[in-house]
């Protein structure tokens, strides 16, 4: 060592440190990163339930479907997924209505609820 040319760079210490505040700020922005992309498909898989009873309530209101009193449930595919449809239809306050009510399951070994939907159709006479 030349006292006349002090050496340059970053002690040991001052490396691990820099380390260490780069790795807990890689660790916050991974997690951050797969948090986004976990709410992504849980929304993504909420719409596509939501369209599903709303097209089901769609059909009904056009008399594409018989809409006969009772529980009905049936599974079926839309968008490359496996879904459960729970309906329930029954009178409604008017007389010259019946609600619906709609639910919209994931299928398989347990089944979560995506969407829920409440309606009403023409009554047929």
């Not at 719409?47 to 009193?69: G, Y």
Request: cysteine-free.
């Amino acid at each position: 060592m030349n006292a006349s040319h002090p050496e340059q760079g970053f002690t040991l210490l001052e490396v691990m440190v820099a380390l260490a505040i780069f790795a807990t700020l890689s660790i916050a922005l991974f997690n951050a990163a797969s948090h986004v992309a976990v709410t992504s498909a849980a929304l993504a898989e909420r719409s596509l339930a939501q369209w599903l009873a709303d097209n089901r309530l769609n059909e009904l209101r056009a008399h594409m479907r018989p809409a006969s009193a009772g529980n009905d449930e049936e599974r079926l595919a839309f968008a490359g997924r496996d879904w459960r449809l729970a309906s329930e239809i029954g009178p409604a306050p008017d007389p010259r209505l019946l609600k619906v009510s709609l639910e919209v399951l994931t299928d398989g070994p347990r089944p979560i609820r995506r969407a829920h939907l409440v309606g009403f159709i023409e009554a047929q006479r």
